[in-house]
Every structure is written in C-alpha cells, then in structure tokens.
C-alpha cells in the first residue's frame, strides 16, 4: 500500500510545528519532530472511534495540537498539555513518567468495566529512567491489561546530552519483556511502511504491549539532527532560514 499521503501530511506538520515555534517564542523542535510520523500513523491508520491517544511526552506538545486541530478540534495551544477531553487531550501531561500511569488506570477502568478500545500512550526514552514507568509496567502485567499499547519514541537523546551519558538504557527490549509486556521494534520510526506494519501486527491477546520506534531527534532538519541543542531552543538568525529552506517553507 502506498503511504505518499501521509509522507505530505508529515511534511507540511513539520512545516506547521516549525512556524508555530515562531509564532509562540519556543520551541521544544527535538522530541516534536522525531515522533510525527508515528502521531501521523495512529490517527490517520491505526486508531479507532473507540480509541483514546495520550501523550505523556508533552514538551512534544505543539504538532499533537496542530493535528488535533487539523481534525477540527479546538485546543487552547501551551507549552504542555492540559486536560481538555471535548478537544482530544485527555490528560494534563508535562512531568515525565506521569502520562503511562494515568492510562494504565484507563486500560484497567476499561477492562474492570468490560469497555471497548485501546489505549494509545506514547513515552520518551528518556521517561524510561522514571521509576513511575517500571512501576506501571508491573501493574499493567499483573492485570494482563491487553487493550493498552506504548509507544517509545526512542531518539536516544534527553535534554541536553545523550542517553548513554546521562543514564544508559541498554537492552531496552529485553527489559520490557522481563516485565512480560509484548514488546516489537521498529527499526525506522519514520517509515510509514514499517510503523503501520507494526502496529497492525499482534502476537499476543493476553499481554499489554509496548513499541520501541528508533526515531531521529529534529528529523527532517539534517543540520540539526542528533543534536542535543535542539530539545529546546528558539528559532532565530541563520538557524530560522536554514530550517525554513530544509522545510521547504518559503
């Protein structure tokens, strides 16, 4: 199947997010740029009516309330995320590690009243050094929480420095699989192909599941990928044109 839709519908979020940090002073460009593709995919080919999308990542907020309102909601835009269920955000989000207990909360709500839909969370990496997220990962394995998937935007980059300098998460996978989630890679988090091939697959009914995506951080700008400078940093100068030309905004 051809995914040439959603690759111009990445590229004009990217475009969107970029002149929206503009617009507000700000710009969390890092974390918002390496998960588009994978927000894109859940809305537009995975998720269902049912369905409900958290972002517990919410620095990464700006192209979520882009999409959001490219769906004809009406969210009030912010730095972080706060609760407005009538306009797709379900929860308030911004301290890491707090998004993925509230939708384990959701997905045992859910399963305790025999509900339908699957509740979509998307973490950073760097949210996997929280211990609220082992945590959550224990209680969804202990209640079999199968109507739950998680979504690691796994950029290997934090703040300012990288994963392995901060605080490594060597063998990821395997830990997750040691708390007995189902757990499957995407190996290119930008690949339409690969992220909807994933998603859709499913190996086991009685686990709640987890996916790494192996995402670059700043992706779609080449002088600014991989860069930890980039989590957070305004636009301005050289860099505004450069990124401008790389977008392809004129």
Known sequence: MSYLHLVDQARTLRQDTFMAFVEHGEAHLGGSFSMIELLIALFEEIMEEDDKFILSKAHAAFPFYLLLKNRGYKPKISTHLELDSDNGIHCTTGSLGHGLPMA???????????????????????ECQEGTTWESLLIGSKHKLNNITVLVDYNKIQALTTLNEGLPLDDLELKFKAFNWDCD?????????????????????MKPRIVIANTIKSKGIK?????????????????????????GIL
């Open 104 to 126: 384990i909360g959701m997905s045992l709500a859910r399963s305790l009243k025999n509900m339908k839909g699957t509740i979509y969370v998307m973490i950073s990496d760097g």
């Open 223 to 247: 002088q600014f990928e991989n860069d930890p400078r980039w989590h957070a940093r305004k636009l301005k100068g050289d860099e505004l044109e450069l990124g401008k030309r790389e977008l």
């Open 185 to 205: 890679v995407i190996n290119d988090g930008h690949s339409f192909d690969e992220i909807i091939q994933v998603l859709k697959m499913r190996k086991n009914n």
